[in-house]
């Protein structure tokens, strides 16, 4: 990473999808507005924004590097999905799954990217079998620490047992700011409201998040039936109890629905971050809303920056915009705008 031991800033080019599925952006234009921000870092979906994907051509390859030179940016993250259910009848083999993760590492080596994050739903023998192809390739495995899941936990210590077995340094953690949320998203809200929810609801709802928050939540813990795991991580945290309390004033199904998406969104101490450092390859800086004074109105910037500094962590922070879902049944996006200011705050939280 360029800037020595200083954390450095990324933007993940999924920020950008509304501009990109209108047409405004195209992958050079995405990479443009990134480094207009000051960043350094290029996140990449490979599968969304390389037309030739999965075959990488020469004339790709040439228009990559030399837009790397171009922006003065570095690839530092390869999005990459594990798509096992690719036939009607069966799910893949784990042969077929190693392959493809083969084939994902592979691309991300020859672009240049020093990491390849992989969701959770990987199953933890296609990242164990992929391991020796990745060190070959000197690029990291990265499994998204993404609500509701979480850094200790027993979720996570599944996967840390394995690494520890294992000894392996290429297999490891990136954690999602969506871990980081003090308070429900403002524009959530406010989408609430478009949808017909009732203050009363909503206050409801809200408490019982702040109730979450201030009690600590009870973390999810590893199965391998992820449905399993995340209904009874609801169950844990006063699902039942809120549907109850909503019922009791016959909520509607937007206002239910909202109560819902509620739980995508977890409270961790940032210290977990200082406790599995030597784990973690590169973070996804997850944000919402950042209102003019560069504030990101659910996740506190600079609490959670400062965990990193405190880790002593020298990768990325690349800046994840998801908002717009947000927005766009009713209002403009500006994602060139969020990300701007996302990055301005990250800045102040690293520089300052």
């Known amino acids: 990473m360029s800037g020595g031991d200083k954390i450095g800033r990324s933007v993940s080019l999924y920020s950008y999808q509304q501009e990109y599925y209108e047409g405004k952006l195209d992958l050079e234009g995405c990479i443009r507005e990134t480094a207009k921000t000051g960043a350094t870092g290029i996140e990449l979906l490979a599968e969304q924004m390389i037309d030739s994907f999965p075959?990488?051509?020469?004339?790709?390859?040439?228009?990559?590097?030399?837009?790397?030179?171009?922006?003065?940016?570095?690839?530092?993250?390869?999005?990459?999905?594990?798509?096992?259910?690719?036939?009607?009848n069966r799910t893949c083999t784990l042969r077929e799954q190693i392959d493809m993760m083969k084939r994902d590492l592979r691309i991300a080596g020859e672009l240049g990217f020093k990491t390849l994050?992989?969701?959770?739903?990987?199953?933890?023998?296609?990242?164990?079998?992929?391991?020796?192809?990745?060190?070959?390739?000197?690029?990291?495995?990265?499994?998204?620490?993404?609500?509701?899941?979480s850094l200790n936990s027993g979720w996570a210590d599944g996967y840390m047992e394995m690494i520890l077995r294992t000894g392996t340094k290429y297999f490891?953690?990136?954690?999602?700011?969506?871990?980081?949320?003090?308070?429900?998203?403002?524009?959530?809200?406010?989408?609430?409201?478009?949808n017909g929810c009732r203050e009363e609801a909503i206050k409801i709802v809200e408490d019982a998040f702040e109730n979450r928050v201030t009690k600590g939540f009870t973390k999810i813990k590893y199965d391998l039936d992820l449905g399993k795991a995340h209904g009874d991580y609801m169950k844990a945290n006063g699902m039942p109890q809120l549907m109850d309390a909503l019922e009791k004033i016959h909520a509607t199904p937007a206002e239910m629905a909202y109560a819902g998406s509620t739980f995508d969104y977890t409270w961790c101490d940032p210290e977990d971050i200082v406790d599995n450092i030597p784990y973690i390859y590169h973070t996804h800086a997850k944000f919402y809303n950042v209102n003019e004074n560069y504030e990101e109105t659910s996740i506190p910037i600079r609490q959670v920056v400062e965990a990193?500094?405190?880790?002593?962590?020298?990768?990325?922070l690349s800046s994840e915009y998801e908002g717009n879902r947000m927005l766009n049944d009713a209002l403009e996006v500006d994602s060139i705008e969020q990300v701007r200011r996302h990055q301005e705050a990250l800045r102040r939280a690293i520089e300052e």
């Open 55 to 88: 075959v990488i051509t020469p004339e790709f390859k040439e228009k990559w590097f030399g837009w790397m030179e171009k922006y003065h940016t570095e690839p530092t993250c390869y999005d990459a999905f594990l798509e096992n259910h690719i036939y009607d």
């Open 117 to 149: 994050r992989t969701l959770v739903s990987t199953p933890m023998e296609v990242i164990e079998g992929s391991i020796p192809f990745a060190e070959e390739q000197d690029v990291k495995i990265c499994i998204e620490v993404h609500s509701p899941f």
């Open 172 to 194: 490891g953690f990136m954690p999602d700011f969506g871990i980081f949320c003090r308070h429900i998203p403002d524009i959530l809200t406010e989408q609430a409201r478009r």
């Open 308 to 316: 990193y500094k405190k880790a002593g962590y020298h990768g990325y």
